[in-house]
Nanobody
Framework: QVQLVESGGGLVQAGGSLRLSCAASGRTFSHSAMGWFRQAPGKEREFVAASYWSGGRRDYADSVKGRFTISRDNAKNTVYLQMNSLKPEDTAVYYC???????????????WGQGTQVTVSS
């Protein structure tokens, strides 16, 4: 089992920044990819960013490319999502997730955190 705990959400004005953290514990060696997803009210959960736990490849949704950065600290078993130039349409609950292999489809991820709310005011 892998446990994931997100933190760092909050209320920010448009143009501002937030950094989300996802602390992993448990059988962290059992997964190879970490992903960030988000879900706005009335909308489906959507892919935001993904990275191999070991580093290297990083992928982003077109809507966040150039503004968000996924990174990790292996010593702390923590993955981050740095979000800059935030827009009101970024408002959502953000989830981190882990899986074996790699991908962008939420249904293929095995482990999920509880989510953290990000609200961007205009």
């Amino acid at each position: 089992q892998v446990q994931l705990v997100e933190s760092g959400g909050g209320l920010v004005q448009a143009g501002g920044s937030l950094r989300l953290s996802c602390a992993a514990s448990g059988r962290t060696f059992s997964h190879s990819a970490m992903g960030w997803f988000r879900q706005a009210p009335g909308k489906e959960r959507e892919f935001v960013a993904a990275s191999y736990w070991s580093g290297g490849r990083r992928d982003y949704a077109d809507s966040v490319k150039g503004r968000f950065t996924i990174s990790r600290d292996n010593a702390k078993n923590t993955v981050y999502l740095q979000m800059n130039s935030l827009k009101p349409e970024d408002t959502a609950v953000y989830y981190c997730a882990a899986k074996s292999g790699y991908g962008y489809v939420s249904g293929t991820y095995d482990y999920w955190g509880q989510g953290t709310q990000v609200t961007v005011s205009s």
